[in-house]
T-cell receptor, first 115, second 109 residues
Framework: DTAVSQTPKYLVTQMGNDKSIKCEQN?????MYWYKQDSKKFLKIMFS???????INETVPNRFSPKSPDKAHLNLHINSLELGDSAVYFC??????????????FGPGTRLTVL | GQNIDQPTEMTATEGAIVQINCTYQ??????LFWYQQHAGEAPTFLSY??LDGLEEKGRFSSFLSRSKGYSYLLLKELQMKDSASYLC??????????WGAGTKLIIKP
């Protein structure tokens, strides 16, 4: 069984479109994350949700909006896509924030290409 | 500010030993992680250190010195499949992971 899954794996779209990426974890974890990894391979945290509450919101444009219907799901919606949004987006989950041992389990990634 | 430094790229020979260094500056510290990421794949957990010293796990070992803000990942008996990027990440006082840019390790026969 896949621990952290995300769909789609590949997404190719035109500038200006709106798209969503879905993420689900079956580990019973309390915290989920969205990361962006650009062409330089730098992993940048975008959002973190703990028990459905947004607890980290780095300097991400408000075109990006996370949606968490329940603690097993954290979807990412992107409005008005721009060329610079092209990257690989990883979803991850961890047991929680209160534990110092905070191993994160990553999904397979979604490669977004904006044309 | 918070910062993680690690070399961009390293090359080593199959069967040899390689040490990947990482220095960190964070607001508080709750441990240091190493992750492995093969090209086109997701990062996977390798190790976690919160106390000073060496943690050994098979061919991989990780070392931490809190006073120096320094860690290294040691890979022994290198295999071709070890070619990957190795990401260092420190957990700050807010339990937020601060990630390095990764070290691309190239293994040559």
């Amino acid at each position: 069984d896949t621990a952290v899954s995300q769909t789609p794996k590949y997404l190719v779209t035109q500038m200006g479109n709106d798209k969503s990426i879905k993420c689900e974890q079956n580990l019973g974890h309390d915290t989920m994350y969205w990361y962006k990894q650009d062409s330089k391979k730098f992993l940048k945290i975008m959002f973190s949700y703990n028990n459905k509450e947004l607890i980290i919101n780095e300097t991400v444009p408000n075109r990006f909006s996370p949606k968490s219907p329940d603690k097993a799901h954290l979807n990412l919606h992107i409005n008005s896509l721009e060329l610079g949004d092209s990257a690989v987006y990883f979803c991850a989950s961890s047991q929680g924030l209160q534990d110092s041992y905070n191993e994160q389990f990553f999904g397979p990634g979604t490669r977004l290409t904006v044309l | 500010g918070q910062n993680i430094d690690q070399p961009t790229e390293m090359t080593a020979t199959e069967g040899a030993i390689v040490q990947i260094n990482c220095t960190y500056q964070t607001s508080g510290f709750n441990g240091l992680f190493w992750y492995q990421q093969h090209a086109g794949e997701a990062p996977t957990f390798l190790s976690y250190n919160v106390l000073d010293g060496l943690e050994e796990k098979g061919r991989f070992s990780s070392f931490l010195s809190r006073s120096k803000g320094y860690s290294y990942l040691l890979l022994k008996e290198l295999q071709m499949k070890d070619s990957a990027s190795y990401l260092c990440a420190a957990l700050d006082s807010n339990y937020q992971l601060i990630w390095g840019a990764g070290t691309k390790l190239i293994i040559k026969p």
